[in-house]
């Protein structure tokens, strides 16, 4: 099984934060979490990535808690188009999960 | 700029035959992966290649092979297809093992009847 674990499914207002929660209690102290994107079945999209720190960038930001066992990835303003699965991974565990679903209402 | 090209993109076989999907990178990536997704599922890692000249089984090696033919080429071979292989089949390369982010292709459609 992948490190991560994500819910399954959430739902955002159009124009609100969307704060998109990821499980890695089992990380290691060097292993980086990425983000990725994955819209109807195009290939995923790489979003964000950190380590420690929080990191922002012009699609979204990335807050990982001081012990490292969560993040989450908020994007600031939800559109239509960010409708997507939303997929977090342990960068030397290379395994998916099944990723959080996140559909964007107007 | 191509990025990660996969071909073909589509692709339809009869059970028992054997066909081969081909990836390459213009990147000048170490490491590159192969991974399929089933119809409302994860990504799940078939194959990788760490560097060229290595290859190492990921979770779902069973029924098929790879070659690292050179830095930028990475096939995936299925020697004899079976409908249990009907996926969405996806290259992905990166610079090192454990260093960047995944560059993906867009993604080879292979049905077996």
């Known amino acids: 099984d992948a490190k991560t674990t994500q819910p399954p499914s959430m739902d955002c207002a159009e124009g609100r934060a969307a704060n998109l929660p990821c499980n890695h209690s089992?990380?290691?102290?060097?292993?980086?979490v990425y983000w990725y994107r994955q819209i109807h079945s195009q290939g995923p999209q790489y979003i964000i990535h950190?380590?420690?720190n929080n990191e922002t960038n012009e699609m979204a930001s990335l807050i990982i808690t001081e012990d490292r066992k969560s993040s989450t990835l908020i994007l600031p303003h939800a559109t239509l188009r960010d409708t997507a699965v939303y997929y977090c991974?342990?960068?030397?565990?290379?395994?998916f999960g099944a990723g959080t679903r996140l559909t964007v209402k107007p | 700029n191509a990025g990660v090209t996969q071909t073909p993109k589509f692709q339809v076989l009869k059970t028992g035959q054997s066909m081969t999907l081909q990836c390459a990178q213009d990147?000048?990536?170490?490491?590159m992966y192969w991974y399929r997704q089933d119809p409302g599922m994860g990504l799940r890692l078939i194959y990788y290649?760490?560097?060229?000249?290595?290859?190492d089984k990921g979770e779902v090696p069973n029924g098929y092979n790879v070659s690292r033919l050179n830095k930028r080429e990475f096939s995936l071979r299925l020697e004899s297809a079976a409908p249990s292989q009907t996926s969405v089949y996806f290259c992905?390369?990166?610079?090192?093992?454990?260093?960047?982010?995944?560059?993906f292709g867009e993604g080879s459609r292979l049905t077996v009847l």
């Open positions: 992905a390369s990166r610079t090192g093992p454990n260093t960047g982010e995944l560059f």
């Open positions: 089992t990380i290691s102290g060097n292993e980086y």
């Open positions: 950190g380590l420690k």
């Open positions: 991974i342990v960068i030397d565990d290379m395994r």
């Open positions: 990147m000048n990536h170490n490491s």
């Open positions: 290649s760490a560097s060229e000249g290595t290859t």
